[in-house]
């Protein structure tokens, strides 16, 4: 069965760290990829996605995800976080084959200002 | 274009009662789909409507069952609720036909089974 898999449930950090959370997938086929980010007492809101192309992909504010095809990774990284930066990430993986997204169980970040 | 709405944002509901949700997509989306939140089991999708045709569906018991009307909103229901079914629903709507694409969230439903 296909997984998605976050290394970490819960981070904290200092404001200007830099932040890689780890998204592992289990499926042998062709994905697309997202990473959707909930602010406190706000939706799900998209981050970033990759469908195809170049393997490194540029979200909002500031983020970036990286798929390594050969480690079935798409990790999230930024290079300096903020205070606002303090939400919970999803990793979501949308097998091709069978259309469905199944989501990571999250990572809860608090950043400290 | 507004977002997703969900009502009713806040539900109390008993054991073994029935409970029906509400999702009005954003406008001239067409599919709409739902998914259970729980801090132990994080998103766990339910299912997908696409034009008032269910396209998936997950691993959930055929207690939970929806519907989409002609509008594209689309209706959950959840029929003798279970302790374990206290969680917040989100309901996410999509422009494409493909599920794979950008999905926009609702504020969701928290429902608290007692």
């Known amino acids: 069965a296909q997984s998605v898999s976050q290394h970490n449930h819960h981070v904290i950090l200092s404001e200007a760290a830099s932040l890689e959370l780890g998204c592992n997938y289990s499926?042998?086929?062709?994905?697309?990829l997202f990473w959707y980010v909930q602010y406190p007492g706000q939706h799900l809101q998209l981050l970033l996605k990759y469908f195809s192309g170049d393997p490194l992909v540029k979200g909002i504010k500031g983020f970036e995800a990286e798929f390594i095809k050969s480690k079935f990774s798409f990790n999230l990284r930024k290079p300096s976080v903020q205070w606002s930066d303090t939400a919970e990430y999803f990793c979501?993986?949308?097998?091709?084959?069978?259309?469905?997204?199944?989501f990571g169980k999250g990572t809860r970040l608090h950043i400290l200002p | 274009k507004a977002g997703v709405t969900q009502t009713p944002r806040y539900l109390i509901k008993t054991r073994g009662q029935q409970v029906t949700l509400s999702c009005s997509p954003i406008s001239g989306h067409r599919s709409v789909s739902w998914y259970q939140q729980t801090p132990g089991q994080g998103l766990q999708f339910l299912f997908e409507y696409f034009s008032e045709t269910q396209r998936n569906k997950g691993n959930f018991p055929g207690r939970f069952s929806g519907r989409q009307f002609s509008n594209s909103r689309s209706e959950m229901n959840v029929s003798t609720l279970e302790l374990g079914d206290s969680a917040l629903y989100l309901c996410?709507?999509?422009?494409?036909?493909?599920?794979?694409?950008?999905?926009?969230f609702g504020p969701g439903t928290r429902l608290t089974v007692l």
């Open positions: 499926y042998g086929g062709t994905v697309n």
């Open positions: 979501a993986v949308n097998a091709l084959r069978d259309d469905k997204i199944i």
């Open positions: 996410a709507s999509s422009d494409t036909t493909r599920m794979g694409d950008t999905q926009y």
